[in-house]
């Protein structure tokens, strides 16, 4: 008798091959059969009109702190995650000296808006070396199966001391070869790859850029070049190269990649979005990722499937009446309270007017006022809104100012009401040019950035706008063929980082599966939730339609609600 038979699914098994309708026998924690009459089961999910794919492998999140402390992995494990990967953009916990914790927590409060007390509170130090990080994550089980890299900045910070935190301070021939000793060391105990950040927009919560910024061509090929002694490991990075419009320097960060990609003999992923100043500079790396292939390496293209975009809010991170001093002071107030004010008349209109004589600069004047790119988030939110639902585009038909339309959205829904401003990915108003990008035969799907940006940012639910979006709900352009997306988030990924016994549905590979009801999948609007130590937020979307996910063999997810079940644990490279 089996332990789990899955019967009369529709199978898309990863693998890009066409569905087919099957049931799908498990035993322990392996698929064993494939076919129909599978024989008697201790217990059977009929999956009759649904869908039957593998649980979906997520190579670009940040739960490297929440790994310690939840052992839900929420909202990765409730949108059909069964595998994924922390350690990226160059920032972690390891290695860690006692006296770097301080600056490691500033580095991913900064960089992945993830609440510094929330860290200090639920980080629990059990290690010293990156090979002790593992031990110490292997003591643990979560839902979902976790690898992990090796960080760059983590390292440097470990060998350099603060030198290693100054972007421009090099480090030396010695420091090199100790960084490439440890990432060495990582890599044989278990780590899957090597990351580091080469953006400006990653700096520390106190402002602090990053100190691998400026890491010379030396260092960062020295480093990697442990993989490839070992023959081991991928290589993952961001680098400012997709959205600088400094040609020498895109040219000089192209060299660079294209030497990590063909010397070091590993596989290699980098970030590639697009921005507004420069909304062609995707093709440029996507053309010389296809060179660099055709000449015998393995480079892809990490890429997103719906715009980047921060939520602004009154509780979330970036708030645009915070550029009214009546607002900020009374920002410490419970909501009821900021509401009962923000509603009297002249408070309105005594807020409205500091905001419309703000002037802010950069980043800052998105948040206050770029009301054609900010859009109202509904119940069920729309990644690829038209101009119209913009508050200047609602302001156009209601005949106000759009700062006012602005003022009385944020206080929909007793104050939660959420406003979404595309950043990235979105320069032309619509997703065709992130379809190119999807599709292109060097890239896989990334940068959920799942566990991060807590208060501004929600796309951990990226796997599942993926099954929604671009092979059901898309209006607006050409979809993308449902087999070529859950090839893309299953197969695809989980080859690249050498998880060779997961990602499609077959005959000795791993129960890693979802059954899905596609017709009613959808992801909800964010809400933010204090669940974090120390009582910090996060944002968090529920899902609807995932009838069941099965990790190792077991059921993790029921309806959409968590079962409390936990046999993922620890993956070593």
Known sequence: MHDLVIV????????GAPRFVSDIAIDGETVVAIGSDLGPAHRTIDATGHL???????????YDGQLTWDPDLSPSSVNGVTSLVVGNCGVGFAPARPDNR??????????????????????????ESFPEFLDALERRQWPIDIGTQVPHAALRYYVMGD???DMDIPADADQIATMALLCEEAIAAGALGFTTSRTIAHRTSTGRKIGTLKA??????????????????????ISDAYQSDDDELVESEIELLRRLATETGRPISFTVQQNDDTPNRFRELLAAIDQWNEAGANAKAQVAIRPIGVLIGLDASANPLNFSPTYVAMAGLDRAERLARLRSPDIRSQILGEHGRATPRSFARVIHSAYDRMYPVADVPDYEPTPERSVAGIAAVDGRPANEVMYDLLLDNDGGRLLYIPLMNYAN???????????????????SDAGAHCNAISDGSFPTTAITHWTRDRAR?????????????TQATAAHVGWTDRGVIAVGKLADINVIDHDRLKV???????????????LLQKVEGYRATIKRGVITVLDDELTGERPGRLQRG
């Open 524 to 538: 909800m609007a964010p809400q933010l939730v204090a669940d974090l130590p120390a009582g910090g937020t996060r």
């Open 102 to 127: 301080q600056y490691l927590i500033e580095l991913l409060e900064g960089v992945e808006d993830i609440p510094g007390a929330a860290l200090a509170e639920g980080l629990q130090w059990e290690w």
């Open 52 to 62: 039957v794919t593998p649980g979906w492998v997520d190579i670009h999140t940040h």
């Open 429 to 447: 108003g619509d997703l065709d040019d992130v379809r190119e990008m999807m599709t292109s035969p060097n890239s896989i799907y990334g940068l």
């Open 477 to 489: 352009g050409e979809r993308i063929p449902l087999e070529d997306v859950v090839h893309r988030q």
């Open 216 to 237: 010379s061509t030396d260092e960062v090929l020295g480093v990697a070049a442990a993989l490839g002694k070992l023959n081991r490991g991928v290589i993952q990075l």
């Open 163 to 165: 030198d290693g935190a």
């Open 8 to 15: 009369n699914g529709t199978v898309v098994d990863g693998t």
